[in-house]
C-alpha cells in the first residue's frame, strides 16, 4: 500500500507525496464510488500536457484515495490556478494555441477550465488531462463550473469554441479585464456571451490593430480564425499592455450598467411567466396525481412469480422505473439507484461512441465474444428462481459489475469484472391498495466473489 501525505493544496491541485517521492496530484471531488463502470484504463492512460516553448506529455503514474475522494498523480510540477486577474502574454496565449491545436486532435470535448489549466513557475501552462477533467466536470454542478463557464461559449464546439476562448484572453491581455464578469451565476454568463454588446477594441488603446480586429470580431460572431491563424499571429510577439484608455473603460461600464437592468428586466418577465405556467402546472401535477392514483399499478395482473422475474428482468434492462414499480420503495432502494445511475452513464458512453453496457444473459447467449473498447458487462446472468411457498421465492444468479481496480495498487493487474454468485428470498406481498403483488421483501442468504477464470471459457 503506496504511503501518501498530502502537502499544499490549491483547489484541484495538490502537492504530495507517494512513498517518499514528491508528484503533482489532481484531486477529483469524487468518491471512489462514482468511477464505477467508468473507462479507466482510458481515463488514466491519456496523458495532460505542458507547454514550455515545447509540448511534452505528462503522465498519470497512479491514483489513491484521500478524504472521500480520488486523486490522480504524475511528475511533480510547480504550478500556480490561472487568476484572471493577471492578463496572459503574447508568449503564453500561442502557447496556449499551441495546446489548443494539440488538444483538438487528442479530445472529443476540447475546453479551457480554470481548474484543468495552470502556469507553470518560470515560465509556461500546463492542462491536466482532458479526457479526465471532462469526467469530473460531467458530474459535477454547473454552480461548480465557473472556472469552465466563464471562458467558453455555450452555443460554441470545437475549434470554433477554443477561437473564441482565445479572443477572451486576448481580451483581458489587451485590456486587463474580462469581457465577461461572474456576477450571478453561469446563466449570466452565458446571457452575456450570446448578448452582450462589446465596445471596439480599436478605442481601448493603439497599436496592435490587426490583433484587435481580429478579436472585435471573434467576440462578436462574425468570424473564428483557425488556431493556426492565432498561432501565427501571437508568434510575432504583439504588445499586450493590459491596460484600456478610460474612453473604453467608460463604454465598459455603461455597456454593463445597461446589460445589468436589461438582465434584470428579463429576469423579472421570467419570474412573472413562471408564476403563471407554476400555477398552470399546479393545476397538471394535481391532475396527474389523480390519473396515477386511478391508473393501474405497474405488476397489474402479474402473479406473484412473474412479478419476481419482472424485477430481474429490469435490472438488465436498466429500468429503474420497473424495478420502483416491482417493489415496495424500501425493498430495493439501493438497487434502483444503482441501475438509475448504471443507465445515465451507459447512454452517455453511447452518445460519445465510448462503448456499451451488455447484460450478462445477452453476452452468455452470444458466447461470450470479446468486448469492444469501453464495452462493459453489468446485471443478472444464470438466473434460477426456486417457489419456496407462501409466495417466496429464492433466486440465484451471477450478479455482474464492471471492475474499477484497487486505488492502492493501481499498477496491478485488474480483472475487468466484479462477479458474485448470489442467492437471495424474495416475498411477494399485496401492494397496500390490494390491486397487485409487489415485493415486499429481500433477503441476501449467500454472496460469493468470483473470478472471469471461473466463468468464461478458456
Not at 498519470?60 to 484521500?66: A, C, L, N
Not at 414499480?325 to 438497487?335: D, I, N, Q, S
Request: glycine letters at 10%.
Amino acid at each position: 500500500m503506496a504511503e501518501i501525505n498530502i502537502g499544499n493544496r490549491k483547489n484541484t491541485l495538490w502537492d504530495i507525496t507517494v512513498d517518499g517521492r514528491e508528484k503533482t496530484a489532481l484531486a477529483t471531488g469524487i468518491p471512489n464510488r462514482v468511477f464505477q463502470g467508468a473507462d479507466m484504463s482510458r481515463l488514466r492512460t491519456v496523458p495532460g500536457y505542458i507547454w514550455d516553448g515545447q509540448i511534452r506529455e505528462w503522465a498519470i503514474e497512479g491514483m489513491g484515495e484521500w478524504d472521500g475522494q480520488i486523486i490522480f498523480w504524475g511528475e511533480r510540477l510547480e504550478l500556480s490556478p490561472i487568476d484572471p486577474a493577471v492578463p496572459f502574454t503574447a508568449e503564453d496565449l500561442a502557447g496556449l494555441a499551441a495546446l489548443f491545436r494539440l488538444l483538438r486532435e487528442k479530445s472529443e470535448k476540447p475546453a479551457f477550465s480554470g481548474d484543468g489549466f495552470f502556469r507553470l513557475a518560470g515560465g509556461g501552462l500546463f492542462c491536466f488531462p482532458l479526457n479526465l477533467m471532462e469526467f469530473i466536470h460531467s458530474r459535477q454542478a454547473r454552480e461548480l463550473l465557473m472556472s469552465r463557464e466563464i471562458y467558453n461559449h455555450p452555443d460554441l464546439k470545437g475549434e470554433e469554441r477554443l477561437s473564441h476562448t482565445l479572443a477572451i484572453l486576448a481580451f483581458q491581455s489587451l485590456t486587463g479585464r474580462l469581457p465577461y464578469t461572474r456576477t450571478g451565476g453561469y446563466e449570466w454568463i452565458h446571457e452575456e456571451m450570446r448578448k452582450k454588446k462589446l465596445p471596439s477594441l480599436r478605442t481601448a488603446g493603439a497599436g496592435e490593430e490587426e490583433l484587435r480586429d481580429r478579436v472585435d470580431r471573434t467576440l462578436r460572431g462574425e468570424a473564428f480564425p483557425s488556431l493556426e491563424e492565432w498561432l501565427e499571429m501571437l508568434k510575432k510577439g504583439p504588445s499586450l499592455t493590459g491596460t484600456a484608455t478610460e474612453a473604453f473603460s467608460a463604454q465598459m461600464e455603461k455597456l454593463e450598467n445597461s446589460f445589468v437592468k436589461s438582465f434584470d428586466r428579463r429576469k423579472n418577465q421570467v419570474k412573472i411567466t413562471l408564476s403563471i405556467l407554476g400555477a398552470a402546472a399546479v393545476l397538471w401535477v394535481g391532475i396527474m396525481l389523480v390519473r396515477g392514483y386511478l391508473a393501474p399499478p405497474y405488476t397489474a395482473g402479474m402473479t406473484p412469480r412473474e412479478v419476481v422475474e419482472a424485477y430481474y428482468g429490469a435490472i438488465n434492462a436498466l429500468d429503474s422505473t420497473a424495478i420502483d414499480g416491482t417493489c415496495e420503495k424500501k425493498t430495493a432502494r439501493e438497487v434502483s439507484t444503482q441501475v438509475a445511475t448504471m443507465y445515465v452513464m451507459s447512454r452517455n458512453k453511447q452518445a460519445y461512441g465510448q462503448g456499451e453496457t451488455i447484460p450478462p444473459d445477452v453476452w452468455a447467449d452470444q458466447g461470450y465474444p470479446a468486448l469492444g473498447p469501453g464495452d462493459t458487462v453489468y446485471g443478472v446472468g444464470d438466473l434460477a428462481i426456486e417457489d419456496l411457498g407462501d409466495n417466496r421465492f429464492e433466486a440465484t444468479y451471477l450478479a455482474w459489475y464492471p471492475a474499477v481496480g484497487d486505488p492502492e495498487h493501481p499498477e496491478a493487474y485488474v480483472d475487468p469484472h466484479e462477479i458474485f454468485r448470489k442467492k437471495e428470498v424474495l416475498t411477494v406481498i399485496r401492494d397496500r391498495r390490494d390491486r397487485s403483488w409487489i415485493i415486499g421483501g429481500r433477503e441476501e442468504e449467500e454472496i460469493t466473489s468470483l473470478s472471469s477464470g471461473d466463468i468464461l471459457p478458456r
